[in-house]
């Protein structure tokens, strides 16, 4: 079983950055691709990023791409986030998934989700 726990979010201007992470149970943490979801206050859950087991492929939403870039340390057991150029509409509750089948993750079918950190994008 795989346990996901999201942090680094929080309130940061427009323009600015911030680093999520996502830190894993278990010793298999390689043998699952990671992905990152955002949801905004009535809106649908969207996906955002994603990236294979070994790391070696990553995928965007298109909009997004320029500014997010998704990364994961096998070592460390850990799934990460870097946004930069925050615009206030990234302001969404981020959560974090894990499947062993990438194209299921990325359709948000995900086997485990993590509770979700807050990120706040002012104005």
């Known amino acids: 079983q795989v346990q996901l726990v999201e942090s680094g979010g929080g309130l940061v201007q427009a323009g600015g950055s911030l680093r999520l992470s996502c830190a894993a149970s278990g010793r298999t943490f390689s043998d699952y691709n990671m992905g990152w979801f955002r949801q905004a206050p009535g809106k649908e859950r969207e996906f955002v990023a994603a990236?294979?087991?070994?790391?070696?492929?990553?995928y965007y939403k298109d909009s997004m791409k320029d500014r997010f870039t998704i990364s994961r340390d096998n070592a460390k057991n850990t799934a990460y986030l870097q946004m930069n150029r925050l615009k206030p509409e990234d302001t969404a509750l981020y959560y974090c998934?894990?499947?062993?089948?990438?194209?299921?993750?990325?359709?948000?079918?995900?086997?485990?989700w993590g509770q979700g950190t807050q990120v706040t994008v002012s104005s």
């Open positions: 990236i294979s087991w070994s790391g070696g492929s990553t």
């Open positions: 998934t894990a499947h062993t089948s990438l194209s299921r993750l990325r359709r948000g079918v995900g086997d485990y």
